[in-house]
């Protein structure tokens, strides 16, 4: 700032920096369009602080799948698991439950400082109810579908929730085949955002990599989970960059 006893003129302002993503959010200021997130699932490689910690850098969110063996047949970690890595990282962590009776954990992740926590439609009772104790906890909510879900039925809940998870495979295991044929469910939802003004990320997770990420970005998603496609390359965070640039030019 000038000091005002020098009595010289001020210099011209700055030109208005570029606006930049929000680390959180990726919103761009004054954009209605969410800048494009990536998220890496941890899933690809292990749970450990470690491998956490390497990812963490590269990612504009950390992908964690909380699996209980009953919602999925797969099991994975829990809460314990998640608050401890969540003092060894900064990346907002955007929390899966694939789990039955989410009405029980849900908002003790959020609690646990996670930045989202998405849960399944097929396994929550009242999903409205659940968004709404999710978001007093103090986390974004995010309500996912998996593969054999319409989307449809759900539509008129989504002003309740900040994101809606489309699995582009079957939920339960990584390193699956990517489902083209899911990418519809994409359409639709945007369609439905779009016409309702609404504020709400689409996400899609299950076989997002090089050679599919532009086809999910053009149907209308803008935060993608990947784990295979980052952390089956020998670095990480150059994948993570990859996907990145890939989805810049497909945007609908
Ligand atoms: C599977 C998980 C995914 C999984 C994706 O149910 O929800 O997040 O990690 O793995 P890739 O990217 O390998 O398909
Ligand atoms: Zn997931």
């Known amino acids: 700032m000038t000091d ?3 009595n010289v003129p001020s210099p011209a302002p700055e030109p208005a920096p570029e606006p930049a993503p929000d680390g959180a959010t990726g919103r761009l200021a004054g954009s ?4 494009p997130l990536i998220a890496p699932s941890l899933l690809a490689v292990d749970f450990s602080a470690d491998a956490a910690r390497a990812a963490d850098a590269a990612a504009d969110w950390l992908h964690i799948d909380i699996m209980d063996n009953r919602f999925v047949p797969n099991q994975t970690i829990g809460l314990d698991e998640v608050i401890a890595l969540r003092a060894v990282t900064t990346s907002p962590f955007d929390c899966h439950l694939m789990i039955v009776e989410p009405e029980q954990w849900a908002t003790r992740y959020a609690e646990a400082g996670a930045f989202n926590v998405t849960f399944h439609a097929e396994a929550a009772a009242d999903p409205l109810a659940l968004a709404k104790d999710v978001r007093a906890a103090g986390a974004r909510v995010g309500l996912a579908i998996d ?3 319409p989307v449809e039925p759900y539509l008129d809940l989504l002003p309740a929730f900040d994101l809606l998870l489309i699995m ?5 295991f990584g390193g699956q085949e990517f ?8 359409r639709v ?3 439905h955002r779009n ?9 899609v997770d299950g076989g997002i990599a090089a050679d599919t990420i532009a086809e999910a970005a053009a149907a209308g998603a803008d935060t993608f989970v990947a784990g295979t496609a980052v952390f089956a390359e020998p670095d990480p965070a150059a994948a993570v960059e990859h996907l990145r640039r890939l989805v ?3 945007r609908p």
């Open 4 to 6: 005002p006893s020098l």
């Open 32 to 35: 209605p369009e969410p800048a």
């Open 147 to 149: 593969r054999d879900t």
């Open 168 to 172: 582009t495979i079957k939920a339960g």
């Open 179 to 186: 489902l083209p044929y899911l990418l519809e469910k994409v």
């Open 189 to 191: 939802a945007r369609r």
């Open 195 to 203: 016409a309702g003004h609404l504020e709400l990320r689409l996400e």
């Open 248 to 250: 810049g030019g497909h």
